[in-house]
């Protein structure tokens, strides 16, 4: 900015350019002075002093004549412009006001796969940018006592009964089904009967405890008379699949987890087919939690998700 220009802002009083304004739309000084409830002595004066300021006779007035001249016109039209700018001034303070920030920290367990939440979560971070996350894994009771103990937003896990301390809603189904590694003897049979797989060495979950969230896989394993003490055991999901496909032992998995190492010749399915356990992923809060608006509008889209998409289409098997 020149100097002059720099000086000029700060010289020319603001007023003058409403009443300028005032005078052209109204299309007089009669009319405006009546619109401003000045008196037109005060708006002739307000005129003299703007046309001086700017060193530009702005307009041209004679009996029974009133117009623009070249430089009041261009004066009118950037003072509209600006004028426009200073009415949108209470929505844009009010929109930035309502700009969504925080911090959500998500502590979930391992490979949580479920296509809707990552849709919603890609979503929310398109509608509010200036949100940060943190994601921590672990198992799913170290995710129950985070929620608890007010150390995350929110949890992803197993939960083997209702904890009344929380709120939680099912996120997802998914079906585990048993697997072998490359280096199985039964990897690549299409002709595997139950009985075939009956003592061999396996791998599992902690959580297959008796009374876990897992428990029905532990009882999977029990079906097809896999040996009692595994040979190899992980809370993490990673871990378990590693395991498998490294010939430790025959393990389980979620069936929609382990397909694209299906495709790719890492695993192998083995029976049963039917009647596999079927484990749900939860959605977990402590409802005793301040949340900050980050939270609260992360929450309120992963509830509508959930509200609004049938359990059917969640269910992954």
Known sequence: MRPYEE?????????LLRTFTAVVEQGGITRAAEFLALSQPTVSSALKRLEDTVEK?????????FALTPAGETLYRESCMLFGSISRLPGLMAAAESVVTGHIAIAMTSH??????????SRFNRDYPEVT???????SADVVSRIRQNQATLGLCLMREDDPQLDNRILFREFFGLFCGPGHPLFGRKDIAPGDLSGQPSVSFQTEIENGP?????QLRERVNLQAEPR???ANLPEVRRMIVNGLG????????ARREVKSGLLWPLPPWEELPAIDIHFVLNPRRSLNPAETAFVTVMHEMIAATPFEERTYS
Do not use: K, Q
């Open 133 to 139: 996350y943190s994601i921590s894994i672990t198992d």
């Open 112 to 121: 949580v796969v479920c296509p809707h939440f990552d849709e919603a979560m």
């Open 214 to 218: 897992l428990y029905l896989v532990r």
């Open 57 to 65: 006779r702005l307009l041209d007035r004679r009996p029974g004549h």
């Open 232 to 234: 190899g055991v992980s």
């Open 250 to 257: 025959i393990g389980a998995l979620p069936v929609h987890v």
């Open 7 to 15: 000086r000029f802002i700060w010289r020319l009083d603001w007023n």
